[in-house]
């Protein structure tokens, strides 16, 4: 039987300049909760109807680790292993060319530790034969557009009112990096 090809991927966690990536584990659960229920999380990256709790995260990451198409990694400190954040990839499609990217700092940002990650990983999925890596971000959230338009990521099409928050409509920025964009932003 041939391997599965996110078990090479999940191996081959990658290292960047001051962080690492790790697979995430079920005892990871806590932080998880703890991270994705802090205010910016919710309001950048989940929208306020995401209900975060042990059980939703036990089984939001059983199920990656088991899924042919998910990736999901821990970013941490290289210094001292402290968990930092995550990085995942929701979705791949079957040949493992096209990837979906959602990712998020629980502590310590603003100090380039996310983008250390990203350009790691990226460098990492586009050298294992991905072809394509698309991320989607509420228009008011400059600073992930920025990071990942500093990444190479390019703006791609703009989903009018796509998000609503509780109180108004937002628009859903959507963007894709192909390998040339990336290495041109080395
Ligand atoms: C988005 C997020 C993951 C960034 O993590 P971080 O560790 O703070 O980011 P970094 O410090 O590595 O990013 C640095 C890059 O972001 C960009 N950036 C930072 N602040 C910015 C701003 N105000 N406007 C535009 N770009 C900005 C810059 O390109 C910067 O790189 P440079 O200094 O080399 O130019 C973090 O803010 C977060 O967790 N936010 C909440 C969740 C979220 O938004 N997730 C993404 C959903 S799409």
Same mark, same amino acid.
């Not at 100090?111 to 989607?136: N, W």
């Not at 992930?144 to 509780?166: N, V």
């Given at each position: 039987m ?12 990658c ?10 584990? !079920? ?16 309001r950048?990256?989940l ?5 975060? !709790? ?6 939001d ?40 990217l ?38 008011f ?46």
């Amino acid at each position: 039987m041939s391997p599965n090809p996110c078990t090479f991927f999940r191996e081959a966690f990658c290292e960047g300049n001051r962080v690492y990536l790790r697979e995430i584990k !079920t005892s990871d659960v806590p932080r998880l909760v703890k991270w994705k229920s802090d205010r910016l999380v919710q309001r950048m990256a989940l929208g306020p109807d995401a209900c975060i !709790t042990a059980a939703s995260q036990r089984s939001d990451i059983k199920q990656a680790i088991k899924s042919d198409a998910e990736l999901y990694f821990i970013i941490c400190l290289e210094q001292s292993d402290r968990p930092l954040g995550y990085i995942r990839i929701n979705w791949m499609d079957t040949s493992h060319r096209f990837a979906w990217l959602r990712f998020a700092m629980g502590e310590e940002r603003g100090k380039g530790y996310c983008k250390d990650a990203l350009q790691a990983f990226i460098a990492r999925l586009l050298s294992q034969g991905v072809h394509r890596i698309e991320a989607e971000a509420y228009e008011f959230n400059r600073v992930s557009i920025g990071l990942m338009e500093s990444l190479g990521f390019k703006r791609e099409g703009l989903k009018r009112q796509a998000h609503y928050d509780g109180e108004r409509y937002a628009d859903v920025a959507v963007l894709g990096l192909l390998a040339q964009d990336f290495l041109s932003h080395a």
